[in-house]
């Protein structure tokens, strides 16, 4: 289906206001006033800044507190369509549910590999209905339950066609879109074969019997030549991990679902950001001239350091399906690995224009852009799926969440300074981005 002939989308860059915003145009008046509205409203004009205020609503995570509220990996959090925060703790194996307020609700979930029961929780979605839907690693499957932890049953998804990847985010007809899934195979003795999609996939999954399809099939640079590869066994586990050469500052890909079915994706180099059909059509393009930034040698010290840091401070564990269960990895060899690549990586040309992309409830399309050293944060546009420029946040302003909610909610997973593991919540209070503009 994506093979065949499409027309040639909209590219939508000079999309005027219809009224000027008189809120942020305080202290203008005159010819100013009128030309600011205009630019604040045309992609291609320049930067408008918007600062959103934002008032704290609740923060969640103790040191020493209820089982509830001490978490040890926070993998991923989510709103419901009445603001009811979803937090899923994939090594406590447990989501916990708090009300609007930050009120426990319900906290659910235990190890185990009976009905409702979690061995390696990967990824979730929550739908605006509450509905939770969990991929197990463990399980190869899907586990669905209801917003006050229900069971409702479970999917198997086959290893062989693919399996997600940890980003999960729910479509309005009841899909789960994600990339970076993979495909594992068992061969004889119990050696365990695993390999990453080839090129970079957006895949659409059916929690409710595991189908998939592809929803889109982002654009990818050539891969970098070379590879590193080690021997690893645990008990009657076998597995050979293999790692691609690397390369810094490659596109990124970056998605989110639109209310209306469409996918907002951008996997390119440019300021561009693609509206996608359900069918996987590019139906519109929209653009800002906000050109890539030149490497330079400055640039290449400071990300190697930068990955070095940050390697040196980790200590993730990376876990694979073996015959019998789960298979664990020392950091040790994982690091070994992670830092020849770095050393030896290479590096684009040029730094990508937009670093990170979201979709909040209203259908605002919130994009980070990069910073010109490594490292730092650049501002965030704000623009709408049907092509106007709101406004760009400032490096120092309020940064994309975790998660959006209802109601201006925005959720972010934070640690703080003895490094406990928390979720604040905060609500845009100012009028820039709470107030309608027609």
């Known amino acids: 289906m994506l093979n065949t002939p499409r027309p040639t989308p909209a590219r939508r860059q000079l999309i005027p206001l219809a009224g000027a915003v008189s809120f942020l ?26 600062r959103p205020s934002a008032e704290a609503v609740y923060t969640v995570g103790a040191f020493d ?27 406590a194996k447990r989501i916990t549910v708090l009300d609007p307020d930050g009120t426990l609700i319900t ?8 009905p409702g029961e979690l061995l390696q929780p990967f990824g979730f979605a929550v739908q605006p209905s509450g509905e939770v839907t969990l991929f197990d690693f463990g399980q190869r499957g899907f586990q669905r339950y209801s917003a006050e932890g229900e069971f409702l049953g479970s999917t198997v998804v086959d290893p062989e066609e693919g399996m997600p990847g940890q980003t999960l985010l729910p479509t309005a007809d009841g899909e789960l879109l994600t990339t970076g899934g993979m495909r594992f195979s068992v061969g004889s003795g119990g050696a365990v074969s695993m390999q990453t999609e080839e090129g970079r996939p957006i895949s659409a999954f059916s929690p409710a019997d595991g189908s998939q399809r592809l929803a889109y099939d982002a654009w990818r640079a050539p891969p970098p030549e070379g590879e590193s590869s080690a021997n690893l066994e645990s008990g009657r586990n076998r597995m050979q991990l293999t790692m691609r050469a690397m390369r810094a500052f490659e596109p990124g890909l970056h998605f989110a679902p639109l209310s209306d079915g469409r996918l907002a994706v951008v996997d390119s180099i440019g300021y561009r950001v693609k509206l996608v059909a359900r069918d996987g059509a590019v139906v519109e393009i929209l653009e800002r001239p906000i050109p890539p930034t ?25 876990r694979v399906i073996g015959s019998s269960g789960g298979m664990s ?16 990586m290479e590096f684009a040309n040029e730094i990508p224009a937009i670093a990170s992309m979201s979709v909040d409830w209203e259908d605002r399309i919130w994009i980070e852009r990069s910073a010109p050293v490594p490292g730092e944060d650049g501002p965030t546009d704000v623009i709408t799926s049907d092509g106007r420029y709101l406004g760009t946040i400032p490096p120092d302003g309020l940064r994309i969440p975790d998660a959006f909610g209802p109601t201006g909610l925005l959720a972010y997973i934070e640690t703080d300074e003895l490094d406990v593991e928390r979720v604040r919540v905060v609500r845009l209070a100012g009028p820039e981005l709470t107030e309608t503009r027609d």
Request: hydrophobic residues 40%; aromatic residues 6%.
């Open 329 to 344: 990895i020392d950091q040790a060899t994982i690091s070994s690995m992670m830092q020849e690549r770095i050393e030896a």
């Open 107 to 114: 906290a659910f979930g235990k190890e185990g590999e009976g």
């Open 25 to 50: 145009l305080a202290g203008c008046s005159g010819e100013d006033s009128a030309a600011e509205a205009l630019a604040s409203g045309r992609l291609d004009g320049p930067d408008f800044e918007l």
């Open 294 to 318: 030149p490497v330079t040698e400055e640039t290449r010290e400071k990300e190697r350091e930068n990955r070095l840091a940050a390697l040196e401070s980790g200590g993730a564990r990376l």
């Open 65 to 91: 507190g209820e089982d509830w509220e001490t978490f040890a990996d926070v993998t991923a959090v989510a709103f419901d369509a009445i603001g009811r925060l979803f937090i899923l703790d994939a090594e």
